[in-house]
């Protein structure tokens, strides 16, 4: 037969995918896929009740419904602290995993570099290589995961068009701090090159850290490409709703990848996710005690089980440390944790393009008495490895 595409031999599929598909089949609790198990916000299902029998139940404009895009702007003008024009800047996609790729494939030609910070999500160097383009990784060094200044303007030397970078970074945390961002902003500058922002977690950040937009940063708004998603912040990560922020003339690009691509996201949705975008600052303040309080259930009983971890700055993970269990494959390892322990995490080295087998990444965005009964799961690991 005539060979099919070499360029999906370069990577597998999703370790996290599939850590949830075991999950299922053995009825583990999920703590590898971050999802939650709780409703969202009563008045965001309330208005998807009216849409559903009033409309709209065809397409919405390519790029996102008007008043979807109006409350993104509006929304994200009072976080950002910039001006953003709903009908330049915005462009509504099918989660953030869209607006990566429309990202991605709105600047890079076959053959660019793009620098990736490690650990990074798995879906980063997917969606480089699916472009075409080629990674180039930078260390960020445990246990505060920071990069050397030195190796991040390297991979611009060898010729970088653009930084991928999640701020706070899934799957460790990390909360990127103001200064180590002007770092940042100094390099991409130095080279005319572009940064590409995961920031889904954004309003999933612990005291005392601070969520800076690198897009606020001075001159940064012309070099950024903005992403995010009202997955996390609004818990309906199944309703695929994301969207890119950036300079007319990247969005123009995002426009036509887009729409050719995906066509638009689905219209119902946006206008029940348009009362979510509406919500006043007391939803997000609300927002942070609710993961706050779940972090210090969920670490505190790892403290008591006695296993090690790195503790998030941010976003709603953590990665645990295996180590001591003496197990060669993490991958074996976590699948182990499904079938004996009945809890589900994902193997650590999807994350890391360094040679590491010693982590496994858990979530905490569940009900309080979900992480009871995984924790509780958990107490027993050392029966069983």
């Keep these: 037969m005539t060979q099919l ?14 850590m949830t598909r075991i999950a299922n089949k053995y009825g583990a609790i999920n703590l590898s896929q971050g999802f939650p198990d709780f409703d969202p916000p009563k008045e965001i299902i309330e208005e998807l009740q009216r849409a559903a029998v009033e409309g709209p139940h065809q397409y919405a404009v390519t790029w996102g419904s008007q008043e979807f895009r109006e409350a993104v702007a509006r929304k994200q003008e009072r976080f950002m602290g910039i001006k953003i024009n ?4 915005v462009v509504v996609t099918c989660g953030s995993t869209e607006a990566m790729m429309a990202a991605m494939m709105s600047i890079c030609e076959v053959g660019d570099k793009v620098a990736i910070f490690s650990p990074f999500y798995e879906n980063y160097a997917a969606d480089t290589v699916l472009c075409g383009a080629v990674p180039i990784y930078i260390p960020l060094k445990p246990p505060t995961f920071d990069f050397d200044r030195k190796q991040l303007e390297e991979a611009f030397k060898q010729g ?26 100094q390099i991409v500058t130095k080279y005319d090159a572009y940064v590409i922002t995961d920031e889904v977690y954004e309003h999933i950040v612990y005291e005392p850290h601070k969520h800076t937009y690198f897009a606020s940063l001075p001159g940064m708004f012309e070099r950024t490409i903005s992403c995010s998603s009202l997955s996390k912040t609004y818990s309906i ?13 990247v969005i123009d690009q995002c426009k036509k990848v887009h729409d050719f691509l995906t066509v638009g996201a689905a219209a119902p949705l946006q206008r029940a996710a348009t009362v979510g975008l509406n919500f006043g600052d007391d939803y997000y303040k609300e927002l942070t005690k609710i993961y706050t309080k779940k972090r210090e259930l969920f670490l505190s009983g790892l403290d008591s089980i006695g296993l ?13 440390n295996i180590e001591e269990f003496g197990i060669a494959s993490d991958e074996a390892f976590a699948e182990k944790l499904i079938k004996e322990i009945g809890v589900a995490a994902v193997p650590g080295s999807s994350f890391f393009k360094e040679d590491v087998n010693n982590y496994i990444r858990f979530h905490f965005a569940k009900k309080p008495e979900t992480l009871e009964a995984a924790l509780e799961r958990l107490s027993e690991i050392r029966k069983h490895f």
């Excluded at 990560?237 to 003339?249: D, E, F, H, M, S």
């Design 160 to 185: 970088a068009k653009a930084l991928i970078l999640c701020n706070p970074s899934n799957p460790i945390g990390k909360v990127f701090t103001r200064e180590e961002l002007l770092d940042i902003a």
């Design 237 to 249: 990560t199944g309703w695929r709703l994301g969207y890119v922020i950036a300079p007319k003339a």
């Design 5 to 18: 595409s070499r360029r999906l031999d370069w990577f597998e599929e999703s370790k996290i995918r599939k």
């Design 308 to 320: 090690k971890y790195f503790r998030p700055d941010g976003a709603y993970y953590v990665m645990v």
């Design 86 to 89: 709903p009908d330049e800047n």
